[in-house]
């Protein structure tokens, strides 16, 4: 039976995560402190890896009981010094140090309730099998922290096969209609106009989600988390090797492409809100 085996959680967006026992769940589906705080340049357009790798080399470590950021710039020199700063909103706490090391001046915004997800359809944790992580590190020759650290997943799980999460985004038919005594006059494909069927749901503790869809990857899984050096052919390979690991019980129909991994969930309301959408409820390690 799969299990939840890791909760990791990215408080500053585009920078490094971490890792907890357990996590609340915010009303609106997303985890605790996930994606609170994001950074944007003086015209209000967020920063972020996607639009500068010069993020990759920053380390961050959190006190987020303290609402503390502790930041330095990763190297082979041990001497290198680390900075702490209080996580406040504005031009105050890391955004100095921030914008000399992104070469973009930087403001820092804060979200509280769900903080800043890619998909808004979508504010839920985002989930992966670690099969499946392992299986793209074979592809790319790197280990498994490094895949972790490029996908930036939240719900990691275990005790099951390899891209086991996207038969819960999109899972393929396993019945079809019978085809005895259909019409002379039938389509050649008489399974063509046979919408896709529903995402499913799933449960992590008390709470229950449904997994949406397939999570749509941009530049950032080509680079090197540390150095932000880009494997050119990183997309290619990847989405051709997406297509030939294809399960039989998955059906890409939705896909936009095949450079696609994890998918994007939403919480499932189930009975009260006081019941069942509590913030202090927690998703805990199995």
């Not at 504005?90 to 309730?113: F, H, K, N, T």
């Not at 995402?199 to 932000?228: E, I, K, N, Q, Y």
Request: hydrophobic share 35%.
């Amino acid at each position: 039976m799969p299990t939840l085996d890791r909760i990791t959680i990215y408080p500053v967006k585009s920078l490094d995560g971490i890792d907890l026992g357990e996590c609340g769940v915010l009303p609106c589906g997303a985890l605790e402190n996930d994606r609170r705080w994001r950074l944007i340049d003086m015209d209000g357009q967020v920063v972020n890896a996607k639009r500068t790798p010069r993020f990759h080399p920053i380390r961050a470590e959190y006190d987020l009981t303290e609402r503390l950021i502790t930041l330095l710039r990763w190297t082979d020199d041990p001497t290198e010094p680390a900075h702490t700063f209080p996580l406040v909103p504005g031009p105050e706490g890391p955004c100095e140090w921030l914008s000399e090391a992104l070469g973009i001046r930087v403001l820092l915004e804060e979200r509280q309730d769900g903080g800043f997800p890619d998909d808004r359809e979508a504010p839920g944790p985002t989930l992966i099998s670690t099969p499946s992580l392992e299986e793209v590190g074979r592809w790319f020759g790197i280990d498994l922290m490094e895949v972790r650290r490029r996908f930036r997943m939240n719900l990691e799980i275990g005790e099951c096969d390899a891209f086991w999460e996207d038969t819960l985004a999109c899972p393929a038919r396993t019945s079809l209609p019978s085809l005895t005594d259909l019409p002379a006059e039938l389509a050649i494909d008489p399974y063509a106009d046979l919408p896709p069927l529903e995402p499913r749901d799933f449960a992590v503790g008390a709470w229950r989600f449904r997994a949406l869809r397939v999570c749509r990857r941009c530049p950032v899984p080509s680079r090197d988390s540390r150095t932000g050096a880009t494997n050119e052919l990183f997309r290619e390979v990847f989405s051709a090797q997406r297509r030939r690991a294809l399960r039989p019980d998955v059906d890409p129909a939705t896909w936009p492409h095949h450079y696609c991994l994890g998918v994007n969930t939403q919480v499932q309301i189930r009975g009260t809100r006081s019941e069942n959408m509590s913030a202090g409820m927690a998703i805990v390690l199995q």
